[in-house]
């Protein structure tokens, strides 16, 4: 099946919760990105849903999901794929499932949060690790990524130019979804957590720390769907959440470039290709992963979480002999450009 490679940008908030931008504006600023999708999770409502919004709107594909919590307002799950919200559930397996149960599919949501210096604006981690069925992480918060480093004078530099300290993945995060992946696939998506709220504001002036615009051009998650499924909304909504739950992608940050284009594959010895994620049936060595990139950075080869390799190119070619979990991460001077799902070859556990 030919498959087709889009972008967009995962995990916004709209005014039907707590941000500050609404639907019609959302969408005319993706569309004016040259995004392909957008997920939007409201917290606690579909509202989005029933107001018509789903489906393709000035040529971007609007997905509404939403996002639930427990009564701590801790375990945040995006949940996408449903018709109505698991009501009155805080109890976060139980609300994992009952969304499983509807047909939808989750993501544990900012689920690294560590802050602790700012009262107004505390962590909100994922604390229930011993849950199960949850479909995959958000990996990269953007959101996250840049409340975690407010501290000291540095921070005032931060306010005005947010996207440019983006950094990376936290390492615990990693490690945690790199042993998980050792006993079944879990995917890994990239969330911009947008919200487009004021700092400040003096009479009719206000300063947004992160306006949509600006949101919009950070953390996006590039997946590949079956290119027949793009001229239909029903299929293009199944194909995007089936490449969603499956991995079938990569992340990037677009402040460092357009990753789009990037090709990360991985190919048997009888020529069978596989992009990121659950493959569409069991690997086995031997077979090559190959890298192919817009330009030359920094890529690095990980098995099981260790690193194996790490080159300066734009195209990377290695040959895997032992079983275990690939993924690709690229690198542009110390910070992550590039993350991709992983490659499970072997069978389960890894």
């Given at each position: 099946?030919?498959?087709?490679?889009?972008?967009?940008?995962?995990?916004?908030?709209?005014?039907?919760?707590?941000?500050?931008?609404?639907?019609?504006?959302?969408?005319?600023?993706?569309?004016?990105?040259?995004?392909?999708?957008?997920?939007?999770?409201?917290?606690?409502?579909?509202?989005?849903?029933?107001?018509?919004?789903?489906?393709?709107?000035?040529?971007?594909?609007?997905?509404?999901?939403?996002?639930?919590?427990?009564?701590?307002?801790?375990?945040?799950?995006?949940?996408?794929?449903?018709?109505?919200?698991?009501?009155?559930?805080?109890?976060?397996?139980?609300?994992?499932?009952?969304?499983?149960?509807?047909?939808?599919?989750?993501?544990?949501?900012?689920?690294?949060?560590?802050?602790?210096?700012?009262?107004?604006?505390?962590?909100?981690?994922?604390?229930?690790?011993?849950?199960?069925?949850?479909?995959?992480?958000?990996?990269?918060?953007?959101?996250?990524?840049?409340?975690?480093?407010?501290?000291?004078?540095?921070?005032?530099?931060?306010?005005?130019?947010?996207?440019?300290?983006?950094?990376?993945?936290?390492?615990?995060?990693?490690?945690?979804?790199?042993?998980?992946?050792?006993?079944?696939?879990?995917?890994?998506?990239?969330?911009?957590?947008?919200?487009?709220?004021?700092?400040?504001?003096?009479?009719?002036?206000?300063?947004?720390?992160?306006?949509?615009?600006?949101?919009?051009?950070?953390?996006?998650?590039?997946?590949?769907?079956?290119?027949?499924?793009?001229?239909?909304?029903?299929?293009?909504?199944?194909?995007?959440?089936?490449?969603?739950?499956?991995?079938?992608?990569?992340?990037?940050?677009?402040?460092?470039?357009?990753?789009?284009?990037?090709?990360?594959?991985?190919?048997?010895?009888?020529?069978?290709?596989?992009?990121?994620?659950?493959?569409?049936?069991?690997?086995?060595?031997?077979?090559?992963?190959?890298?192919?990139?817009?330009?030359?950075?920094?890529?690095?080869?990980?098995?099981?979480?260790?690193?194996?390799?790490?080159?300066?190119?734009?195209?990377?070619?290695?040959?895997?002999?032992?079983?275990?979990?690939?993924?690709?991460?690229?690198?542009?001077?110390?910070?992550?450009?590039?993350?991709?799902?992983?490659?499970?070859?072997?069978?389960?556990?890894i």
């Open positions: 099946m030919a498959l087709k490679e889009i972008c967009g940008c995962i995990h916004l908030h709209t005014t039907f919760s707590d941000g500050d931008c609404d639907y019609p504006t959302l969408i005319k600023t993706a569309a004016e990105a040259g995004l392909d999708y957008v997920c939007v999770t409201d917290h606690m409502n579909l509202k989005g849903l029933s107001e018509g919004y789903q489906g393709l709107r000035e040529g971007v594909f609007v997905i509404v999901g939403y996002e639930h919590n427990d009564e701590r307002n801790l375990n945040h799950y995006l949940a996408f794929g449903t018709n109505e919200t698991a009501k009155n559930m805080t109890d976060p397996q139980k609300y994992i499932n009952q969304i499983k149960k509807m047909g939808g599919i989750g993501f544990l949501a900012h689920p690294a949060e560590k802050r602790d210096y700012i009262r107004k604006l505390p962590p909100y981690p994922w604390t229930r690790w011993d849950v199960k069925g949850f479909d995959g992480i958000e990996l990269w918060n953007q959101m996250s990524d840049w409340m975690e480093q407010l501290r000291g004078w540095q921070s005032v530099t931060r306010l005005f130019y947010p996207r440019r300290f983006l950094g990376n993945v936290d390492q615990e995060l990693l490690n945690r979804w790199d042993e998980l992946n050792r006993v079944g696939f879990i995917s890994g998506i990239g969330g911009v957590d947008a919200h487009s709220r004021k700092l400040f504001s003096i009479g009719p002036f206000c300063y947004r720390v992160f306006p949509i615009k600006v949101e919009l051009k950070g953390i996006r998650t590039h997946l590949f769907v079956e290119k027949p499924a793009c001229g239909d909304e029903t299929k293009m909504r199944e194909a995007v959440l089936r490449a969603l739950k499956d991995g079938k992608g990569f992340i990037s940050n677009f402040r460092l470039g357009d990753a789009r284009g990037t090709q990360i594959f991985l190919q048997n010895e009888n020529g069978r290709l596989e992009y990121p994620g659950y493959p569409s049936a069991a690997i086995n060595p031997p077979s090559t992963i190959n890298v192919n990139l817009p330009h030359k950075a920094k890529i690095r080869l990980l098995r099981n979480g260790s690193t194996i390799q790490e080159i300066f190119t734009n195209k990377a070619q290695w040959p895997i002999a032992k079983p275990g979990v690939y993924r690709i991460e690229v690198y542009k001077r110390s910070s992550a450009w590039i993350y991709s799902n992983p490659f499970p070859v072997g069978k389960y556990p």
